[in-house]
């Protein structure tokens, strides 16, 4: 299968403003693009990238004042294989965790596990470990919350999630990792594309968060939100939650003049480098 992703998102800047976004595909597929993504910027700047801490791709550079625009566009190939499933996979003791994970079974910026380790052990302290018990997180966020755009806010924690039931796709991800970890279980935060592949479509489409947990000795995908196997989900970057994988941070005041993402599939279609919309 064939994907096609990108992106098309516009700034207003009273001044010169340095930014860093994190809108690259993850390297771990750079062997599955067919098409490389080409990244365009309006005005023409230069950019150039880095890697953080986790190893997600940042891309840096100042936007001049007034309209900004970055476009991204790129095809992946994809085994087209629903997210697999794992039902047998135990749950690791700490003890015998690899170093790394540590990180992901400490509180972060918005996955308070000390205000939601005693409801996370009265919920799921009698469900078995391993991949049963994350799941059962899974089902319980995917129906505690309930799904609105119009009630979407970029400072809502899992706490303020699970006290308010409501939220978006990053919400039932900050709840069900603050879970996943209260319950001795390392969890990070994802963000990537996720297009209505195999699903009813639901435009406008938009970038998606899930959650990765380490059972069995790997990282294994969950999504709350969905709460089903999805197929084309492809990786931009990781890390313990929101706060440390921004699509777009500003090192100044901007307005968000427009956004527009797009994932659909593209098999059989003659591969193409697409261009951005003229102005």
């Not at 690791?92 to 690899?98: F, G, H, Q, S, T």
């Not at 996955?111 to 469900?127: I, K, P």
């Not at 435009?203 to 959650?211: G, H, K, Q, T």
């Not at 994932?263 to 102005?279: H, I, K, N, W």
Request: net charge negative; glycine share 8%; hydrophobic share 40%.
């Amino acid at each position: 299968m064939l994907i096609r992703y990108g992106y098309d998102i516009t700034v207003t800047c009273p001044g010169p403003t340095p930014m860093v976004c994190l809108l690259t595909v993850h390297d771990e597929r750079a062997a599955d693009l067919r098409v490389p993504e080409q990244v365009v910027t309006q005005p023409q700047i230069e950019t150039r990238t880095y890697k953080d801490l986790f190893g997600n791709v940042c891309r840096r550079f100042v936007a001049p004042a007034g309209d900004f625009s970055l476009w991204g566009d790129g095809t992946i190939e994809d085994s087209g294989a629903h997210d697999p499933v794992f039902a047998e996979a135990a749950q690791v003791p700490v003890a015998e965790l690899p170093d790394e994970c540590l990180v992901y079974l400490m509180g972060s910026r918005y996955c308070e596990t000390d205000r939601l380790s005693q409801s996370a052990w009265d919920l799921f302290g009698q469900v078995a470990p391993g991949w049963s018990r994350v799941q059962a997180i899974c089902d319980y966020v995917h129906g505690h919350i309930a799904f609105d755009y119009m009630a979407a806010r970029s400072t809502r924690t899992a706490f303020e999630g699970h006290e308010e039931k409501v939220g978006v796709c990053r919400d039932y991800a900050h709840l069900a990792i603050a879970f996943c970890r209260a319950m001795n279980i390392p969890a990070r935060y994802v963000n990537g594309y996720l297009g209505d592949i195999g699903v009813p479509i639901n435009d406008p489409m938009d970038f998606s968060a899930w959650m990765e947990v380490f059972l069995d000795g790997r990282w294994m995908t969950f999504d709350p939100r969905n709460n089903i196997p999805r197929i084309g989900r492809i990786v931009v970057a990781r890390g313990r939650d929101a706060a440390d994988i921004p699509l777009m941070n500003s090192f100044g005041p901007h307005t968000l003049k427009s956004f527009r993402v797009w994932t659909y599939d593209v098999t059989g279609l003659p591969l193409s480098r697409g261009e951005p919309d003229p102005a």
